[in-house]
């Protein structure tokens, strides 16, 4: 069964602080590691595709890296608008569903 | 990229009714999938609802109790049956253009059962 995990639960940083968030992944046959972010009362917002490991991706201050075991999304200098959750998803097999990790809550203060 | 569409965006319903959520596209796409928010957690699916084909369950959700149906290429039906308070979630409609290539979602469907 594939196995998404998400660390930390939340974070709290203060403007200009860069910080990274950690998914760690469990799958047979991963096809993509996608990144997405959600603010409250809305559908998640597609950041990122990751398909192999050593792959980077960069928008603006985020950037998301992927290794054999886990994605990483470093978030540089941020601002309060980057405040919301970051959800982890893997795709494995043959099909499109996606398997979702809990989230990290990031707030980043003023 | 695909612009998705749900109504009713959020309803109040009383135990042992039913409600049927709708999700419309801006284009054709073969891959549709309905998702569970339950509050304060992740996403989980409920089931694939795939054009042309019969819609496919996750683990712990049965036809009787979320119906789906799929007329065209363009939109989609999710019926919540039989409610109770544990329905109580945030419903999310989500397409793929391509296989294995990043999912779109709507904005939600956000559902308490009194």
């Known amino acids: 069964e594939d196995q998404v995990t998400q660390s930390p639960e939340a974070l709290r940083l203060q403007e200009g602080e860069s910080s990274s968030l950690n998914c760690s992944y469990t799958?047979?046959?991963?096809?993509?590691l996608f990144w997405y972010r959600q603010d409250p009362g809305k559908g998640p917002e597609f950041l990122f595709t990751l398909y192999s490991a050593g792959e980077e991706k960069e928008k603006e201050r985020l950037k998301a890296t992927l290794t054999k075991k886990e994605s990483f999304l470093h978030i540089t200098a941020p601002k309060p608008e980057d405040s919301a959750t970051y959800l982890c998803a893997v795709q494995a097999g043959s099909g499109s569903r996606l398997t979702f990790g809990e989230g990290t809550q990031l707030t980043v203060n003023p | 990229s695909a612009v998705i569409s749900q109504k009713p965006s959020r309803d109040i319903c009383q135990r042992g009714t039913s409600l049927t959520i709708q999700c419309q596209v801006d284009s054709q796409v073969t891959m549709m999938f309905w998702y569970r928010q339950q509050p304060g957690q992740s996403l989980t699916l409920i089931a694939t609802a795939n054009q042309g084909s019969e819609a496919t369950y996750e683990s712990g959700f049965v036809i009787d109790k979320f119906p789906i149906s799929r007329p065209n290429l363009t939109f989609s039906t999710l019926t919540v049956s039989n409610m109770s308070p544990e329905d109580s979630s945030i419903y999310l409609c989500s397409v793929n253009l391509q296989v294995h290539t990043e999912a779109f979602f709507g904005q939600g469907t956000r559902l308490t059962v009194v």
């Open positions: 799958v047979s046959g991963l096809r993509g």
